[in-house]
């Protein structure tokens, strides 16, 4: 396994050394000391697995496309923006806009996320143990948000088709967010994915697949229609 | 942009300075901010005594006008005078009368200003870099308990000492505000307040959060309801830290416009806005989170 020192480099210089490291066919590549500075491993193209040995800034794990990156801290703003395929996986809590615009892959945080979660989201799975804050779902266009705890206020606003499960409260849905039910084939399915993706010590916690409440658009706002216009006097 | 950063130490036992360690957090946010830089400094209080910092002028270095000050607050029972950089420092018998006080240093020139009074309160700010403020006045050999501190990017308003930050909530001793983000109905607001006869020392929005949260406290409010009613009446994007005599506290926006991150141990609280500030500071193995949007945390010391 190939490690790389941060401490006292330059991102710049830790990038271009991560690249080197997988020009020269690594694998498994560990960063160690990331003190949260920004910009981490972005851009990977490459199926490796990077571990981040601590916290990272903003935007680690950006517009990766088949890379697997671990962060043993907890992550700035934008975790996972734009990735097209790949894993990216936070032990601790992450800011606001983690994983917005990811187009493919899974974005999974074992801890909390801020504000704007998964915000125009146009596909990929989103999955996290703890909470989420304000507007998380955001105008999100395709794939699947899971938020194991409570869920903060205009959650799912003004989505197009990505489907959203909560495990626990939710403060208040957005403009055209709507409950559905949820039957027993899709609840299987998504106790498969938390089962796959979350350890056992976090899965154990959480209410049962059964019991998280779905949350879809309600396409309301998908054509205009004058005769609807208050729903868009509300809409952001 | 903007950095801010605040540091509470809960047990007694942290062998650095709060000086030092606010400094060492504000190098890591240098690059968010590279007009100015401050700290807002909260030390041993010494019985019925207050501390000034009273900027001299925009030029600076200026002895005479400190030997007028010194005449004029010589009624006050002042002692102790330093001059560091653009500030003379003294401490004086406390007093109920801020505002004759305030206004009679503030008479010896139109850029004179009181930047800050308190029991334990000790404000310095101006132009230049983290590293140029310890250079000036050696603030890493400040102790106390909590602090908090700023690098500015100014994007509204001039760069001068005055308009750097943290704010002194003029006239109300130890309360003190670093501010990231914009107040959008500033002008609004300070025209309700010039008409009560507040007076603003600076073009800068940030100072709108220290008057308005001093003017709250005035009315008697305590400083979690004052914060709170931030979130319904101060628009825009903000992220602030307050510091008072006995508390250190932050509230974001309802929008979470701006970033601000926390941590909380058994030993310390640390509120920052990038992790970057508070992993290069404080070492060991604790957890950090972002502040939700319109939340509001007040530590006691």
Redesign the interface.
């Known amino acids: 396994m190939a490690e790389i020192d941060a401490a006292g480099r330059s991102t710049r210089e830790l990038n271009s050394a991560i690249r080197r490291l997988i020009a020269e066919s690594s694998k498994e590549i560990t960063v160690r000391n990331p ?4 910009n981490l491993a972005v851009a990977i193209l490459d199926e490796v697995h990077i571990l981040v040995g ?2 990272v ?2 935007y680690c794990g950006g517009l990766i496309d088949g890379a697997s990156i671990e962060i043993e ?2 992550a ?2 934008g975790v996972a923006e734009s990735m097209l395929s790949g894993t990216v996986r936070v032990h ?5 806009g983690a994983a917005a615009a990811i187009r493919g892959g899974t974005v999974v945080i074992h ?2 996320a ?3 979660l998964g915000v125009s989201m146009k596909g990929g799975t989103v999955i996290v143990a703890g909470n989420c ?3 998380a779902g955001f105008m999100a266009q395709k794939g699947t948000l899971i938020v194991c705890g409570d869920a ?2 205009a959650f799912a606003d003004s989505m197009y088709a990505t489907t959203c499960y909560v495990g626990g409260k939710i403060a208040n849905l957005g403009t055209d967010a709507v409950l559905a039910p949820l039957d027993s084939s899709e609840a299987e399915q998504l106790e498969q994915t938390l089962t796959c993706y979350l350890p056992p010590s976090l899965r154990g916690a959480k209410p049962a697949a059964a019991d998280f409440k779905k949350v879809v658009a309600g396409r309301k706002l998908w054509n205009f229609d004058k005769r609807d216009w208050r729903i868009w006097q509300e809409a952001l | 942009m903007c950095g801010i950063v605040g540091y509470l130490n809960k047990v007694g036992t942290e062998p650095r300075t709060i000086g030092s360690i606010l400094l060492a957090m504000l190098n890591s946010l240098a690059c968010r901010g590279p007009d100015s830089a401050g700290v807002a400094l909260f030390g041993e209080p010494r019985p019925h005594q207050l501390v000034a910092q009273v900027k001299l002028g925009e030029n600076g270095d200026d002895r005479e006008r400190a030997g007028e000050i010194q005449t004029i607050v010589e009624k006050f029972g002042a002692r102790d005078f330093t001059q560091t950089g653009a500030y003379l420092r003294f401490v004086f018998t406390e007093t109920d009368d801020l505002t004759t006080f305030i206004a009679g240093v503030e008479a010896a020139g139109k850029d004179v200003e009181v930047v800050s009074v308190g029991r334990r309160l000790e404000l310095v700010k101006q132009v230049g870099s983290p590293a140029c403020l310890e250079k000036t006045f050696g603030i890493s050999g400040f102790h106390g308990k909590h602090g908090i501190g700023h690098t500015r990017l100014s994007t509204e308003s001039v760069v001068d000492l005055s308009h750097s930050q943290p704010f002194w909530s003029h006239g109300y001793p130890d309360l003190a505000i670093v501010h990231n983000g914009h107040i959008t109905n500033y002008h609004q607001l300070r025209r309700r307040y010039e008409q009560r006869g507040i007076r603003f020392y600076t073009e800068n929005d940030s100072e709108i959060v220290a008057v308005f949260l001093g003017d709250k406290l005035r009315q008697g409010a305590d400083l979690p309801a004052a914060m709170q009613s931030t979130i319904a009446e101060l628009d825009g994007s903000f992220s602030c830290l307050v510091a008072t005599e006995g508390a250190l506290g932050f509230v974001k926006d309802p929008f979470s416009l701006k970033p601000l991150v926390f941590a909380e141990t058994d030993s310390f609280v640390a509120v920052a806005t990038e992790e970057i500030a508070i992993r290069g500071a404080i070492p060991g193995d604790f957890s950090v989170s972002e502040a939700q949007a319109g939340e509001m945390r007040v530590w006691q010391r």
């Open positions: 003190g949260a500075r920004h601590g916290s800034g903003y801290g907890s700035g703003w601790g809590n992450v800011g606001s801890g909390d801020a504000a704007r804050g304000y507007m903060g206020e």
